[in-house]
Structure formats: C-alpha cells, structure tokens
C-alpha cells in the first residue's frame, strides 16, 4: 500500500481589508496545501475560522495611524507571528501584505521558507511600505499593474488576482 503524499505547508497571511479580500481569491489553491491563515482579528473576518475550521490564526489589529500605541501592537505582532512560524512551520509563505504581513515574512526568510508576496491592486503606481521592504528577498514578487514593472524590475506581473 502506498503512503499518501505529504501536503506542502503553505501558509497565508495578511492585514485585514481589501488584503485580505485578495489573499482570499487565491482560495482555490488551500485545498491543494496544508495551508493555514493568518489575519488581524476584526468583528469583521472573526467568521473565518467558521469557514476554515483550525486553519486561521489572528494577530492584534493596529494601524500605523495610531502613533502612540501602534509600535506596541507591533511588537506583539512580532512575537506572535514566531509563535505562529514554529507551531505552523510553513515552507512557503503567501502575502498580499501589509504591515501584519512584513514580520512572518521576515522570521520566515530567517528559517529558509519561500516567500511569495503579491502587491496589492490599490497600488497601480505607488510602492507599499510592507512591499518596499520584502521585494529585496522575496522569492517571488509579484505586481498586478503592469506599470508597476517600473518601480519593481525584478518583479514578475501576474495580472489581477480579481
């Protein structure tokens, strides 16, 4: 009897939003990994975990809009994300980003995991703060605006995700 094949780890994160909306079209591909999920916890997506069933994580909500407690949210974000990273242990990791996402992927590049990162539609002729940081050791960098080419040369065009 044949053993069954071994699901990848792949693991997708991002801000809750219109980031997060994008990340779910790629829902498709989940089945075909053991994937898992991570988002900022919002009353708005709390019935992910309904849909998929111990498969979501969440991290605090903060935007950089609040100056006086964001970088504290942000530290905890951190540490929470290498909480997740061990217990998940993903070998890849898929962000449509932004700042919730920049942490993962910086611990997952520190332990050897693939990093996909997906910058979003919003941003047609403008860099993300989250994409000007990752595009440097991103594994795979793609833009949705061929335009976009221009800011990101290494950058691979994928069309919309829509």
Known sequence: MAKKAKKKKVLFISSTGGHLSE???????FEKYDY???TEKTKSNLSLKDKYPKRVGYLVYGTKRR?????????????????????????????????????????????????????????SNTKTSTGKLIYHFADLFIVQWEDMLELYPKATYGGWIY
């Open 23 to 29: 990340m779910l079209r790629l829902s498709p591909m």
């Open 36 to 38: 898992h999920i991570i």
């Open 67 to 123: 100056f006086l407690t964001y970088p504290f949210k942000l530290l905890y974000n951190c540490f929470k994300s290498l909480y997740y990273y061990i217990k998940i242990r993903p070998k890849v990791i898929i962000t449509t980003g932004t700042h919730t996402a920049g942490p993962m992927c910086c611990i997952g590049k520190i332990f050897r995991s693939k990093i996909i990162y997906i910058e979003t539609l919003a941003n």
